[in-house]
């Protein structure tokens, strides 16, 4: 298997390039919230379904497109992933009921899969020397970051002098440009020959008999419960729950007036500070032990999540929360997929990170759903949200008993 011993390739420049897009797109979905819910008189738990849907489809293609592209090739797999993006997010644009969102909501989430981390990841650890891959899985982790960064204020600018219907449109066009990118992207060979001594059934039998395989899928729970409902209901809450921006203070004279911008800023926040929280992970995945530093993560967004719930919610705590959960945001991503390649190996990572991102998903169908139907019990999100504390511990906890070294490797003595 051919790995570069430089960690900037062309690449790895491209990957970075089709994730922010991606990730740009899927970031921003929780700005259109409370507009379709406007627009068509829909109760909150409508749209929210319908994103919802989108992550568990997500979910449901990562471990398939991760198949196909170790089946027929990577560039391939990225193709049909992006063609069904755009193809959701037309039909979307000309959707005007809640069952027609949802069920394109299918095709978004299986084009999210085939432009995302699953296919993507698994290219760049390939390529990636031993000493370069964590950084470079961190990296490319990082760009889903940076695509966050842009996704919701852009969105939020465009809604401003364009339909909703049109901005989707707009960033199926996006979607499709990937394609151009592609012919930069060479990918190394699948596997040399030693690398073919296991078939993906004997791989996957030996995983799913590993305990460890089984902690990683539960711990991975709620980062996706924890990342779907913000991303999807933090715009929302903050624009309905946050407490007035002063007049003539720091953040109106930058042109952040009302709650709703502050709201779809703070998406951006959180993006921008992973982009250091998962460069800093994939720093110190290379020197220090995986589990620890998931379980820390871990722990301290439950702490994090408990302290902003549990104080008033102003701009000032807003602001605060989106930095300090920002840092903690997708650093799980290049730790959770280095312990799957260093345990498991680089043959089928794909689709074995793909069936453990499956439990990351279905946390964020149960996120993003259980945030809606909650608040339109309640009229609020305070429930949902200290569901999503107490699963935070739990994954802090499973990570512990994880045995961190190669399957089959006897334990040192």
């Given at each position: 298997m051919t790995q570069s011993?430089?960690?900037?390739?062309?690449?790895?420049?491209?990957?970075?390039?089709?994730?922010?897009?991606?990730?740009?797109?899927?970031?921003?979905?929780?700005?259109?919230q409370i507009p379709i819910a406007e627009e068509f008189g829909w109760l909150r738990t409508e749209f929210s379904l319908a994103i919802a849907i989108q992550n568990l489809a997500w979910g449901v293609g990562q471990p398939i497109f991760a198949a196909i592209a170790e089946k027929i090739g990577d560039r391939k797999a990225i193709v049909l992933g992006a063609l069904t993006y755009a193809a959701g997010m037309v039909l979307t644009a000309m959707s005007t009921t809640p069952i027609e969102h949802q069920l394109y909501a299918w095709l978004v989430g299986f084009g999210v899969a085939g432009t995302g981390f699953g296919v993507v990841l698994a290219v760049v650890g390939r390529a990636s020397s031993d000493d370069n891959r964590s950084m470079a899985l961190a990296i490319v982790t990082a760009a889903g970051s940076f695509g966050q960064v842009l996704g919701a204020p852009v969105a939020e600018w465009m809604l401003t002098f364009l339909t909703w219907q049109t901005t989707f449109v707009i960033f199926a066009a996006a979607v499709l440009a990937l394609i151009l990118t592609l012919p930069a992207m060479k990918a190394p060979p699948m596997a040399s020959k030693?690398?073919?001594?296991?078939?993906?059934?004997?791989?996957?039998?030996?995983?799913?008999?590993?305990?460890?395989?089984?902690?990683?899928?539960?711990?991975?729970?709620?980062c996706g419960?924890?990342?779907?409902?913000?991303?999807?209901?933090?715009?929302?809450?903050?624009?309905?729950?946050?407490?007035?921006?002063?007049?003539?203070?720091i953040l109106d004279t930058i042109g952040i007036s009302t709650t709703s911008a502050l709201g779809a800023v703070s998406i951006a926040i959180i993006g921008a500070a992973n982009i250091f929280g998962t460069l800093a992970a994939g720093w110190a995945g290379k020197y220090y032990s995986k589990k620890y530093l998931l379980a820390g993560i871990y722990t301290a967004r439950t702490i994090v999540a408990a302290l902003f719930i549990l104080f008033p919610i102003t701009p000032g705590t807003v602001i605060l929360f989106s930095v300090a959960m920002g840092t903690l945001w997708l650093a799980t991503i290049?730790?959770?997929?280095?312990?799957?390649?260093?345990?498991?190996?680089?043959?089928?990572?794909?689709?074995?990170?793909?069936?453990?991102?499956?439990?990351?998903?279905?946390?964020?169908?149960?996120?993003?759903?259980?945030?809606?139907?909650?608040?339109?019990?309640?009229?609020?999100?305070?429930?949902?949200?200290?569901?999503?504390?107490?699963?935070?511990?739990?994954s802090a906890i499973v990570h512990l008993p994880i045995r961190e070294r190669p399957l089959g490797q006897p334990s040192a003595a």
């Open positions: 011993a430089r960690l900037f390739t062309p690449l790895l420049i491209v990957s970075c390039l089709i994730i922010t897009v991606s990730f740009a797109i899927r970031a921003s979905f929780g700005v259109f030693a690398d073919l001594e296991d078939s993906l059934g004997s791989i996957l039998g030996k995983a799913f008999r590993d305990p460890s395989y089984t902690l990683i899928f539960l711990g991975f729970f709620s419960y924890q990342l779907a409902f913000i991303t999807a209901h933090f715009p929302a809450f903050v624009t309905e729950m946050c407490g007035p921006i002063a007049p003539g203070g290049p730790l959770t997929s280095g312990l799957i390649a260093h345990i498991y190996g680089l043959r089928y990572m794909g689709t074995l990170y793909g069936i453990v991102f499956f439990s990351h998903q279905l946390g964020s169908f149960l996120g993003v759903w259980l945030g809606g139907r909650l608040y339109d019990l309640h009229g609020d999100y305070t429930v949902v949200w200290w569901v999503g504390v107490a699963i935070g511990a739990f």
